[in-house]
Each structure stands twice: as C-alpha cells, then as structure tokens.
C-alpha cells in the first residue's frame, strides 16, 4: 500500500491569530448592533444556525470572513435539489430563491460593515462561495 503524505496550507502565526479573532469579534459585535443575528461560527458547536456566520479562516492567506446562512429547512431543500442535479439555465425556485438570498445578504453585509468602518471586499467566489472578506478597520 502506498502511503500519502499531503502538505497542509501553512497556518498564520499566533500573534496574527489573535488579531484575527479579534477583529471576527468585533465584526460579530458591529452586525448585533445593526440587528442581525451574528455569531462566530468557527467557535460554536451544534451545527450552522440562521444569520451572519463570522469565521476565522486560519491559513496563511485566510482572514475573517462573514457567511449569511439562511433557515435550515430552505438551505437543507435547496442543496438537496442541487445535488441531484440541476438545469443552471432554469433552476428550481427554491435553488434560485435561496441563491438570491446569499447574494443580496452578501451586498447588504458589505455596506453595513463598510458603514460600520470596515474595509470588506467581496472575496474568491470559488474559494469562499458569497462570503464577505473583513480585511480590518479603516484608520
């Protein structure tokens, strides 16, 4: 049997680490002010819950990044229609109104946390999906 050695993705230093956390910490803090349900989903067990998912991602390249989750019963129906294969040209409307969703929250999450004073940039689609990527606070 052949053994596999993978290299994993260098992770960022601790001291990077720290201000990682608390800029999501801070994220999370700013969106509860504006009313959303946020919370820090790399912390939590139990599984994704509804609102604003503030993650740490801990790579080299990572950073923070903001996930809007919607509803588990729409999330569970669309990805299950999904992957048993759909026609992009016409999906069904629970595909399309859940992708609707995620791409509006991802605009919305962008201005409030601009608004908010952070500086925020739409990241790799194929890598974070429509994730928001929070580069820090604006001097």
Request: net charge negative; with cysteine; charged share 25%.
């Amino acid at each position: 049997m052949t053994e596999h050695a993978f290299d994993l993705p260098p992770k960022a230093s601790p001291a990077v680490l720290v201000e990682r956390n608390a800029l999501a910490d801070e994220v999370c803090r700013e969106l509860a002010r504006s009313g959303l349900a946020a919370y820090r989903a790399d912390l939590e067990e139990g599984g994704p819950r509804p609102g604003a998912a503030v993650h740490v991602d801990p790579g080299l390249d990572g950073g923070v990044f903001v996930d809007w989750r919607t509803e588990a019963k729409l999330r569970d129906a669309a990805l299950t229609l999904f992957a048993r294969g759909i026609d992009y040209a016409n999906p069904p409307a629970v595909v399309l109104h859940h992708k609707n969703i995620n791409d509006r929250m991802q605009v919305a999450l962008l201005a409030i946390l601009d608004s908010a004073g952070f500086r925020v940039e739409e990241p790799d689609g194929h890598a974070y999906g429509s994730a928001v990527y929070v580069a820090g606070r604006r001097p």
